[in-house]
């Protein structure tokens, strides 16, 4: 790549809670931040709990398994840094914990994405120090069909 800053994939900020977030990422780990007071999990990143108000918490790991909670398919790249992948489709995942994270379903063509579909974490370098957490289905293709009914 030599124009390097326009065409460059945009990063997302390691400051503060974010920072942490991304060097858990960064060990292969998907972390999120859990209230101490109430147990209840947090994403985005933030200081206070949206539930009780408590700025306690510790960085408790998730399952990484959840699925599709909704996700839309990207023909006209509105950055530079994605031009060359459209079509893609941005994804909401659910976690099971119940926190709603924006990534998308790698491995996975974009007229195959179906809402609810069962996902689990990988992690993908995306630039030197900086690991992103995306997702690929739980299940292979054509084998997730559930006994019975
Ligand atoms: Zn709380």
């Known amino acids: 790549m030599t124009a390097a800053d326009a065409s460059a994939l945009p990063l997302p900020g390691r400051d503060g809670f974010a920072g942490a977030f ?18 209840a999990w947090r994403h985005v990143p933030r200081a206070l709990c949206a539930a009780c108000g408590s700025p ?16 839309t398919i990207v ?3 509105m950055h530079p840094g994605f031009a060359a992948r459209v079509p893609y489709a941005p994804a909401v ?3 099971e914990e119940g926190v709603r994270i924006l990534s998308e379903v790698v491995d996975c063509p974009v007229e195959e994405l179906r809402i ?3 996902v689990v974490v990988v992690f ?16 292979p293709a054509g084998a997730g069909r559930e006994a019975g009914g």
């Not at 408790?60 to 996700?71: D, Q």
Request: proline share 5%; charged share 25%; aromatic share 12%.
């Open 124 to 139: 993908q370098e995306v630039a030197e120090g900086v690991t992103l957490p995306k997702f690929r289905r739980a299940v």
């Open 22 to 39: 991304y060097e858990a990422c960064r060990s292969g780990e998907l972390r999120f931040q859990r209230c101490s007071a109430c147990g």
């Open 56 to 71: 306690a918490f510790t960085w408790t790991p998730s399952s990484g398994r959840g699925r599709v909670f909704t996700y």
């Open 93 to 95: 995942i659910e976690l």
């Open 116 to 118: 609810d579909l069962p």
């Open 75 to 77: 023909t006209r790249a």
